[in-house]
Structure formats: structure tokens, C-alpha cells
């Protein structure tokens, strides 16, 4: 039992050397493929950390402009509408019948042009009661102060105890002078409608044989009867004359009472009485001879006074329109402009004075800047907008008001700035700056800025002439980053 057992020990022991045996010669072919693994590695991270040693070495590259001194000039381009720098709003000098109209709307008239002419017959009408109420306030102040002095003459012969004929003087001469007035205004008001009559008999006298004419004829002779029979007219000149003498019965009495003078003070007209009444009278007779005044400047019609195109038209032909009504507007031709609104932003830039290039209908004309509203209002849209004035400094006959325009205004000019191409230029918290590469390598500069056209920018402070600025940069940059740069296109 013992001797079979270690015999089989024995095998086992022996199969086992075999199996060693076998391995390890697997082991010897499996090392060699192992070598050639990783040399294959070794020879790709060797390569990649070359790739990686030479790119390490390389910059980035970055596009750079030279700070250039140069002149620049600003420009702001928008858009504006033909507008008259000169607007006459005429106003009717008289309230008389309207004969012609001599230029419509929208056409345009010459200097001292006849635009409307006044209905003859009618304005010699106005001349005629013109010059008669001048004549007649002239006289009516004149009748006031002879009144006055025998009203003063009366209160002087008056008694302190007489108080009652005094007020009995007054109303009596109040009286008169009521139907006084009243006995004119019928008198006149029957002139006037004779003087209508007499008009419409001439515009009827090319058909004497019509029963219009005829008519006129009859109405104009009741009327001449009517001015000096009327039975309102008589009885207002009865009653004048009835209250005529029981005032010369009081002045009779009062005649009486001369040694009663003191008490009859208080009816004397005082001096400020007496001064309004004057003022009234002068004030009067100005309003009538600015009237007679008007009617003779315009006799022949109402002229141009200048050269322009009449933008509206009130007044009708035959119509009468009151005195200070707006007839027609007439706007200049030679004294026009070009009117636009402007933000808050190209406001700043405007100022009085800037000379500006116009282009209308494909035609060329210079302007300046001329005035510039001081109150902003909204526009269409909501915004606020300021109204800003070119004055079109040599117009001509082919210009049209309320055609559109396009403006270039030159807003600023600098001598020999330091310019730099406007997209070096970034902003942040703490405001502007710039990337300058000195010696291969980034800087970053504060600057201070100025003048901007659509390309270039004014450097007033953090960059000097011939300095490189960054431009255009294929990545992130930083102070202190080397680079390789490129001039821009």
C-alpha cells in the first residue's frame, strides 16, 4: 500500500514537471509579443508628446492695425422734408365782399401779384361808411364836450336845494340822447337799406323791363319817402324836441338859482371822466382810420410779398369774411429748409452752424444747420423726437416743398487725431480700452475716446502713434499672451 502510493506520488510528480515545462515555454513566446506591444506604444506616446512639445512652442495669431494720425470727419446721415422757412398767414384787412381770386391753391405767384381783389361796389361801400362814422365820432366827441361844458355850465347855475331839478337835467338829457340814438340808428339803418336797394337796382339795370327791376324801383322810392316821413322818425323827432324844451324849461329855472353854484358841483364831469372820454374818442378814431387805411392798401387787391406758392385758400369768391379772418397762406419758395426729427442720440452730435449736403429729386444743394427746437415731442412710433432745421442755402425753381430729402451733416471735424479702426475698441466695467502688442506680447491700455465715423474712432488718451492695435483675434486673449499678428485687410 505504501510502495503504490509513492508511485503514484511519483507520476504526479513528474506530470506536474511536464505541465511546468509547457508553461513556462508559453510564457517565453508570450514575452516576445508583449515587447513588440509595447514598443508600438511607446512609439505612439513618443510621437504625440512631439506633437504636443512643437505645438506648445506655437502662438496664436492675431489681426493688428497701426494707430494712424489723421484729419477725421463725422457725418450723421437721415432724412427730412422740403419745407418754407417763410410762412405768411394773411388775415382779411376788411370785412368787405370778395371780387376774384386771382391764384389758386398750390400755384405759385410772383412778388407784388395780385392773389385776391375785393368786390369794388362793396369796398367803395365800407370807404364811404368808413368816412362817415370817422366824421361822426369826431363830431360825437365834440358833441360830448360841448355837453359836458353846458351840463358843468348847468350844475354851476344849480342850488344846493335843487337837488331833485338836478336829477330831473340829468334824465332829461339822458332821454334825449337815447332818442337821439335811436332817431340815428333808424335814420342809418334806413340809409344802409337804401344803399342795398341801390345795389341790387344796378345789378338789375341789364333788365330794366324785369319785374326785379321794376320792384327795385318801387322799394328804392318807399325807401327815399321812409328817410325823411317814417312815422318811427317822427315820432322820436317829437319826442327829441318835447324833451328839448322841458330841459330848456329846467335850464330856464336853474337860470334862476345862479346863486345856489355850490351845491351843483358833484355834476361837473371829473377829470378822470374826462380823460376816458378822450381816450375813448382817440381810440375810436385810430380803429376807423387803421380801416380807411387798410381799405385804400388794398384797393387794387391783396398782393404777394414774395415770391412763394400759396398753400391754402380760405376765402370764396363773393363771400364776405370778417375782419382778422384767415384768407390764404402763402410759403416761400426762396427761403426754404429741410425739416427732420432727430433722436437724443445724433442730438448730441448737432450743433447751429454744421454745414450739411442735401439731396432732393437727385439734385445736390448745400445747407447748414439753422435752429434746433428746444422742446422734444413724440414721433409715430412713441419716441421722442426733436425737431432740427437745414437751411437749403442755394435753392432753385426745381425744388418742391414737402418732397423728401436726404441729409448729410457734417457733426465734428478733428485735426491730426490719433485714429484707430473702430472695432479695436471694447468695453467694460471700468469703460474702454484696447489691446496693444508690444514685443510679441498682448497689453491691455485704457483709453479715452473721441470723434466716431462708420470706421474709425479718435483716441484721445492710451495709445500713441504707430502703435499696433488688436483688431481681430482668433480666440481669447489676455494681458501678457504671446502672440504672432497679421496685418488687417
Known sequence: MRKLFKKESTDQAEQNKETALIQGNKKKKMSGKKKILIAAVVCVLGLLFY?????????????????????????????????????????APVSAQIGEIHIEKGETVKKGEVIIAYDEAALSELKKLTQLNLQASKGGYQDSVEKNGKQQAMYTEATTNMEVLKQQIADTQSTIDSLQKQYDDKKAALARQGSLLEISRIDWADQPDSAEYQNLLKLIQENAYEQQNHPELRRLHDEIEQNTRLLNKYKEY?????????????????????AQMEAN????????????????????????????VVTTMEAQKGKTPQEGELLFTLESLEDVAVSLSVSKYDLEKLKVGQEAKLTIAGKTYQGKVDRIEQMATKNANGATVVGVYIKILNPDQE??????????????????????????????????FVYVVEEGAVVKRDVETGLTTDTEIEIKKGVEEGEQVITETGGEVFEGMPVSTRPAD
Open 281 to 308: 374818442a382817440e381810440m375810436e378814431r385810430l380803429k376807423l382810420e387803421k380801416t380807411m387805411a387798410s381799405i385804400q392798401n388794398n384797393e387794387q387787391g391783396i398782393v404777394a410779398e414774395f415770391n412763394g
Open 254 to 274: 336853474e337860470a334862476e338859482m345862479k346863486s345856489q353854484k355850490g351845491s351843483s358841483e358833484a355834476g361837473k364831469l371829473s377829470a378822470g371822466g374826462k
Open 51 to 91: 506633437r504636443g512639445l512643437v505645438g506648445a512652442n506655437q502662438k496664436p495669431m492675431v489681426t493688428t492695425a497701426e494707430a494712424k494720425r489723421q484729419d477725421l470727419n463725422q457725418m450723421m446721415n437721415t432724412s427730412g422734408t422740403v419745407v418754407s422757412d417763410r410762412v405768411l398767414n394773411c388775415f
Open 399 to 432: 425744388l418742391f416743398l414737402g418732397v423728401e430729402a436726404k441729409v448729410v451733416v457734417s457733426t465734428g471735424t478733428v485735426q491730426g487725431a490719433i485714429t484707430v479702426p473702430i472695432e479695436a475698441v471694447n468695453t467694460d466695467v471700468n469703460g474702454q
